[in-house]
């Protein structure tokens, strides 16, 4: 079946430092990755969807400068928090989409602790 | 606007009990996603509709396959062990995998 590993599973880090997060698609080829923030509220935010070959798309309020993404092949794709503060806390979610499978899958998450 | 409007935001249930979550678009979706988040953040997806029902189970879902404008979950039998969070999520559309979430239905199952 289709599966989707994230790791860490929580990280905590002093402000101002920087945390990176790994996906991997196991089972399916993930076309698609889309980064998420689940809030302490338990709301969600996308922060970017990644397409192999094709330019990653930020959502407004949210910057390749501060949350680079690389998506290198069809079962891998990165995020780093850099700089991180206290509104950068939070769970971060990636699901991977496969053409064939039409749904999202997810990864674990990875909770980010700002000291 | 919010394009997923959940409801209801907290459900307690009795242990057998049957119940139902909706979720309604205010624009018409291509498909919808039901996930239960556990304890430890992980989001387990429950079902994947393009359209019409699915049954697994305890749970069904269905979406509406006329105006695409809302889906359900229904519970039956409810068990301590469904207790969690219910989140609906749709896909607007573009064939990429985007999609939107409700804020959620935290339900609480007693004995």
């Known amino acids: 079946g289709a599966l989707v590993y994230q790791y860490p599973r929580r990280t905590i880090c002093k402000s101002g430092t920087s945390m990176r997060m790994e996906c991997q698609a196991v089972?399916?080829?993930?076309?698609?990755v889309a980064w998420y923030r689940q809030s302490p509220q338990k709301t969600f935010e996308l922060i970017a969807l990644?397409?192999?070959?094709?330019?990653?798309?930020?959502e407004q309020n949210f910057t390749q400068e501060k949350f680079p993404i690389s998506h290198p092949n069809l079962s891998f794709s990165s995020m780093t928090v850099l700089n991180a503060y206290l509104e950068d806390r939070g769970l971060y979610l990636c699901?991977?989409?496969?053409?064939?499978?039409?749904?999202?899958?997810f990864g674990e998450g990875s909770k980010l602790t700002v000291l | 606007g919010d394009q997923v409007e959940q409801s209801p935001s907290a459900l307690s249930l009795h242990e057998g009990t049957d119940s139902a979550l909706r979720c309604n678009f205010t624009?018409?979706?291509?498909?919808v996603q039901w996930f239960r988040q556990n304890s430890r953040g992980s989001l387990i997806s429950l079902f994947y509709?393009?359209?019409?029902t699915k049954e697994n189970g305890r749970l069904k879902s269905a979406f509406d396959s006329k105006e695409r404008r809302y889906s359900t979950l229904h519970i039956r039998d409810a068990q301590l062990e469904d207790s969690g969070t219910y989140f609906c999520?749709?896909?607007?559309?573009?064939?990429?995998?985007?999609?939107?979430f409700g804020h959620g239905t935290i339900l609480r199952v007693h004995p």
């Open positions: 699901g991977a989409w496969g053409a064939n499978t039409g749904q999202l899958y």
């Open positions: 089972g399916f080829q993930a076309t698609s």
């Open positions: 990644s397409t192999v070959n094709s330019a990653i798309k930020y």
């Open positions: 624009t018409t979706m291509r498909s």
């Open positions: 509709l393009a359209s019409g």
């Open positions: 999520a749709a896909n607007t559309g573009a064939n990429t995998g985007k999609l939107t």
